[in-house]
């Protein structure tokens, strides 16, 4: 079963600019969160969707946003970029399910650079 | 969520078996206590997640004291792949997706 994946890997983009993220789930998966990481905050939550509908959201500005579509995949849209905004930015798809509810398996992350 | 306090670092021999503490001393009856670890420039990875009970797995052994305040990933027979970053989290079952990553524990094995 293929693994759960993003696209672009690398991007690189300019103040004020915005961009939008993709990720793919695990097939069968219907939650797909979203997590920014950079190394002076570390790993931080952003979203998570469930059935195209956003049930958790992270203390992150309104210029992050995102989507999930009917086949569960996801996008997260970042606007008006700042230097700050510089981070590896990973998704994750969990199958939701008894005991294994926060068991996320994680994408290899878009390494998004603001010049 | 409750929080969680590791070590920020751990150097292991490799063959040796690899003990990662991890305090939840403000632990609720239902948060669970999971462990993922993040290998340099990868995704993080699921290893193991427990209630009270202790568990293993392929990839490690989870003890949790009785009165659920701390516990400890237990490595059987580290490798070099194994270096990476540990993180322990707490949380209830449903979530909502939101996993509450700490500093965790930088764990090198080394040969």
């Given amino acids: 079963k293929a693994g759960v994946t993003q696209t672009p890997r690398y991007l690189i983009k300019t103040r004020g600019q915005q961009v939008t ?3 793919s789930p695990i097939s069968g998966h219907r939650s797909v969160s979203w997590y920014q990481q950079t190394p ?3 790993l931080q939550f952003l979203f998570e969707y469930f059935s195209e509908t956003q049930r958790n959201k992270g203390n992150f500005p309104g210029r992050f946003s995102g989507r999930q579509f009917s ?4 996008e997260m849209n970042v606007s008006t970029l700042e230097l700050g905004d510089s981070a590896l930015y990973l998704c994750a798809s969990s199958l939701v ?7 996320q398996f994680f994408g290899p992350g878009t390494r998004l650079t603001v010049l | 969520d409750a929080k969680t306090t590791q070590p920020p670092s751990m150097d292991c021999a490799e063959g ?7 305090n939840h001393s403000t632990i609720s009856g ?9 290998i340099h420039s990868q995704g993080p990875q ?7 009970n202790n568990e293993t797995n392929e990839m490690a ?4 004291t009785e009165d659920r305040k701390s516990s400890t990933l237990i490595l059987p027979h580290a490798t070099l792949r194994d270096t990476a970053v540990y993180y322990c989290i707490v949380l209830p079952n449903s979530s909502w997706g939101k996993l509450q990553f700490g500093a965790g524990t930088q764990v090198v094995v080394t040969p």
Avoid at chain 2, 46 to 52: A, C, F, R, S, V
Wanted: aromatic content about 14%; overall charge positive.
């Fill in chain 1, 40 to 42: 002076g905050q570390g």
């Fill in chain 1, 97 to 103: 399910s008894g005991s294994s509810y926060n068991e």
């Fill in chain 1, 71 to 74: 086949n569960s995949r996801s």
């Fill in chain 2, 46 to 52: 699921y290893i193991i997640h427990g209630l009270k």
């Fill in chain 2, 61 to 64: 052994s989870l003890i949790i």
């Fill in chain 1, 21 to 23: 993220l993709s990720c």
């Fill in chain 2, 30 to 38: 239902n948060e669970y206590v999971y462990w993922y670890r993040q």
């Fill in chain 2, 16 to 22: 040796r078996a690899a003990n990662l503490p991890c």
